[in-house]
């Protein structure tokens, strides 16, 4: 469907073309034609060419090679519409406003389509999941926005409010057959396939399924895995989307997998190698329209999922675990920079609108967290010793206080190095580890402090502090007007929870 530009352009992208910012010199364009891809709810831990050995990621790791693999990329928040707005604005979920799945976007927000249309790009979005619904705001800046999410096939998978990634490349493709080749495009690919509940279509289902085991899951599988591993910490289940971890959940790192955990991890790995497949035919589509060879690529992701290793079991949202936070980011420019790099320095979700206005020699708006990283394609270093900062997005409770910022007290965390410290207010709950050591983060070093551990707590506390007493958020809110139809639709996704089975006594 086509899209008018909105009336109300923020007056930062305005002044871009005041002072005549197209982003390209009298011999042309830097680089042409830009293709965001955007992984859902993918572990970078579970790709090839991140050392995943569970799926097969073939074409994903293709492009791997062919460019600069980012080793440790923290999203901005562990939820579809907050961390997807932060890699589109360069900003941290606690400036842009959104708070979590089903509030709106603030037009006031600089959107990178909004930037990319602004100087000559034709922009185009194809959209997987109603978590990026037009209905928030997410859409402003594109001249196409697809999200046919098609019709509703039953209780336990709802069509309505998502798409398989054949869908996406379908749209994509078919959008480009109308393309007569004179803009330059801006194209943003978002596919939802490795989102829970794990259902991949056939043959990946036969191919990844343990013989014996699950075939498929829905909600109710993954509520029943959930609450066996409640269960064996304390005896009692929780309703973790509604009422975030309690301490004893937060404390729990055994790692212990119980029965039909392997099952989903199996079927997982299935969804993300349909996932690759898809990603495969959307680069073989441009590649066969000659679009391709004029494309900076980018392959990222808005969160991961943990399964078994920490509390916040077979979930996303309420913690800030690398599980949940870890991300894959790679990119491959068309004239090769880069090639074969691999960059080990941590960054973040935020830094992705930076990096692509220097690619594309666009200035940037003035106001933006990130930092570019187009140094690492000239194999010159990007910054190493600043703060990367992470919020959790739940519980979607609300929470005591009445702070301007709907996710104070929520579970956040600092990433310097090889340090990360996290903390729940809400819970009084914190932890610190070394991710060098300790990458799975199963060693709480609060509970034993060395004289260092103590010095390294200290300093990444007074910068989360100072960080998290910043309250000016853009305003946003969840989406009222619908309020029904965005709860219903939220929690066939698996987003809202069922507050009549809630045991609140786990604390």
């Not at 036969?206 to 269960?231: C, K, N, V, W």
Request: negative net charge.
């Amino acid at each position: 469907m086509p899209r008018t530009p909105s009336s109300l352009r923020p007056f930062l992208a305005a002044l871009l073309i005041a002072l005549g910012s197209c982003g390209s010199s009298e011999e042309g364009p830097v680089y042409k034609h830009v293709l965001l891809i955007s992984l859902d709810t993918t572990r970078a831990d579970q790709l090839g060419c991140y050392g995943g050995r569970s799926a097969q990621t073939p074409r994903i790791d293709e492009v791997a090679r062919g460019g600069i693999v980012f080793e440790q990329t923290m999203a901005a928040a562990p939820s579809t519409l907050a961390s997807h707005t932060s890699i589109m604005t360069g900003l941290y979920p606690r400036r842009h406003g959104v708070a979590r799945n089903g509030f709106t976007v603030n037009p006031e927000n600089v959107m990178l389509a909004e930037v990319l249309r602004d100087n000559d790009f034709h922009t185009a979005g194809f959209i997987a999941s109603f978590a990026l619904d037009e209905v928030f705001g997410f859409d402003q800046g594109f001249n196409w926005w697809d999200q046919d999410f098609g019709t509703e096939v039953g209780a336990a998978r709802t069509e309505l409010n998502q798409r398989r990634g054949e869908a996406v490349t379908d749209a994509v493709l078919d959008h480009l057959d109308q393309y007569d080749g004179g803009d330059r495009l801006f194209l943003f690919a978002h596919y939802f396939d490795s989102h829970s509940p794990y259902d991949p279509p056939e043959p990946y289902s036969s191919e990844y399924a343990i013989p014996g085991g699950l075939q498929t899951s829905d909600f109710g599988t993954l509520g029943r895995q959930i609450t066996m591993h409640q269960e064996l910490v304390n005896g009692k289940k929780r309703a973790v989307y509604d009422l975030g971890l309690s301490q004893d959940l937060a404390r729990y790192s055994l790692a212990e997998k119980l029965p039909g955990d392997e099952d989903l991890k199996a079927l997982y790995s299935g969804e993300l190698a349909y996932l690759d497949a898809q990603v495969g035919r959307l680069l073989d589509g441009l590649a066969s329209r000659g679009i391709l060879e004029d494309t900076v690529i980018i392959i990222t992701g808005d969160h991961g999922e943990t399964f078994w290793e920490h509390g916040d079991f077979w979930h996303h949202g309420a913690w800030v675990y690398q599980t949940n936070v870890h991300v894959p980011f790679i990119v491959s420019l068309p004239d090769g920079r880069g090639k074969g790099e691999r960059v080990s320095t941590p960054v973040s979700g935020v830094d992705v609108f930076p990096m692509l206005l220097e690619l594309l020699e666009i200035p940037l708006p003035e106001e933006v967290a990130g930092v570019s990283l187009a140094a690492a394609f000239d194999s010159k270093p990007v910054p190493t010793r600043r703060a990367l900062f992470s919020e959790a997005t739940q519980p979607s409770k609300r929470l005591p206080g009445g702070f301007i910022w709907e996710n104070q007290l929520k579970a956040k965390c600092i990433r310097q190095g090889r340090w990360k410290l996290i903390e729940a207010p809400y819970l009084q709950y914190r932890e610190l580890y070394d991710l060098k050591a300790d990458p799975g983060e199963h060693n709480n070093l609060l509970l034993d402090m060395s004289p260092e551990t103590r010095r390294v707590a200290e300093r990444l506390l007074k910068s989360l502090d100072e960080w998290r007493r910043v309250q000016d958020p853009r305003p946003s809110s969840f989406k009222s007007t619908q309020m029904q139809n965005i709860q219903k639709r939220l929690q066939g996704l698996g987003y809202v929870g069922d507050l009549s089975e809630i045991d609140d006594s786990a604390d």
